[in-house]
């Protein structure tokens, strides 16, 4: 775990203004002031949160040094809702990933800051938690406590400074007193980053979706229609007599994704150095990654339009029309990726078992210990 960087103390300095105020004032400003009052008072015995997981995904791998417990999950999820981080209180993490569109925002290019177009959309947060190779569209961090540190600080998003952000908690009403539950901090001014940054991860390994209709059908509850069946078929390639969709191989059950980095052929480019975006390129340094983004889940594929890590296909039928041409070469492409003899038919009944990825129970998702935040952002 990486260690708090030690800041200089704010209240230090802004005492030295009250020089000339009655010692019964500066004694309670000493008490109460600048967040440096004890928070002792206050019960720290944190409940245990036993995550429920389906009995076809892999274990998630949930740090040591950060257990899941019902009141850091609630801390999360107050500041994942709350823009208090951003410079101007005008943005936070639900923003940009919004539970009833499966933490996305439906947008091609999401909006920081002063309307700022950023480079990527939002990728879906659900299931999160198991996504083990690196986060974010490129990859370029492995937990969910180091992803949740760079959003604050990026002048495309919420264009803030953590010591600013880390103030503000400090100086809170509420904040000292959710942080002491959470983590036993005894002041105030023990709240920082790497604190925010465990609650944020926390509420977010939380984001479990395995309810949907395929899901039941897995488990014996329902059955596919005709539809979705002859679609389940051929996204699985599982039928001699169907046409190949290539879709399973970097799509795979139960979280529709192998959680790998790929180069799709959506980008037309000379060489491997012409992508505009270079993707995972950009973090490893190896030429042979550019243009290689992270395969997204297709669970609530239905709510997370627009597709691909730039948004640029606003619909499903684009993107299956993109396969079926086969894409652009380049020398990294998937192999999976060629020409395609998919019929409207085909796609229609692709698009009907698609539809089965949905869970409309997780689109209208509380955290555990909930405080109650408006979820619907409405």
Not at 105 to 122: E, F
Not at 304 to 311: I, V, W
Request: proline fraction near 5%; aromatic fraction near 10%.
């Amino acid at each position: 775990m990486m260690k708090p960087i030690a800041f200089p103390d704010v209240c230090a300095v802004e005492t030295q203004h009250f020089a000339s105020l009655p010692v019964v004032a500066l004694l309670i400003i000493g008490i109460w002031g600048c967040g440096s009052g004890d928070l002792g008072h206050i019960p720290y015995a944190p409940m245990p949160y036993k995550l429920e997981e389906p009995a076809n995904f892999v274990k998630m791998q949930i740090p040591a040094h950060n257990p899941l417990t019902q009141e850091g999950i609630a801390l999360g999820e107050r500041l994942f809702f709350d823009p208090i981080l951003s410079t101007d209180s005008s943005l936070s993490c639900a923003s940009c990933h919004i539970p009833a569109l499966a933490f996305t925002d439906g947008k091609a290019l999401s909006v920081g800051v002063g309307g700022r177009t950023l480079r990527r959309s939002a990728p879906s947060l659900i299931n999160v938690g198991y996504h083990y190779k690196g986060l974010f569209w490129d990859g370029r961090v492995q937990s969910l406590e180091m992803q949740a540190l760079m959003p604050v600080v990026d002048h495309r998003e919420m264009d803030n400074s953590w010591e600013v952000a880390e103030e503000r908690l400090r100086r809170h009403d509420d904040y000292p007193i959710l942080f002491r539950r959470a983590f036993g901090i005894r002041r105030a001014s023990d709240i920082d980053r790497y604190l925010a940054a465990k609650a944020l991860a926390q509420f977010e390994r939380t984001l479990v979706n395995h309810n949907s209709k395929f899901d039941r059908v897995q488990r014996g509850e329902a059955k596919f229609t005709a539809a979705e069946k002859r679609g389940w078929q051929i996204f699985f390639d599982d039928s001699q007599e169907l046409p190949t969709s290539e879709c399973g191989h970097c799509h795979i059950d139960p979280l529709f994704t192998t959680l790998g980095f790929f180069n799709n052929g959506i980008e037309q480019v000379s060489t491997l150095g012409d992508f505009r975006d270079k993707g995972l390129g950009a973090v490893t340094g190896h030429i042979s990654d550019n243009g290689k983004f992270r395969t997204p889940t297709l669970r609530n594929i239905m709510l997370t339009a627009p597709y691909m890590h730039d948004g640029r296909f606003a619909t499903l039928d684009e993107v299956f029309d993109h396969y079926i041409s086969g894409g652009h070469f380049a020398d990294n492409v998937n192999p999976n990726v060629r020409k395609l003899r998919l019929r409207e038919q085909d796609k229609k009944d692709l698009v009907a078992f698609l539809q089965t990825l949905t869970d409309s129970t997780f689109v209208n998702y509380r955290a555990p210990g909930s405080s109650g935040a408006d979820l619907s952002l409405h």
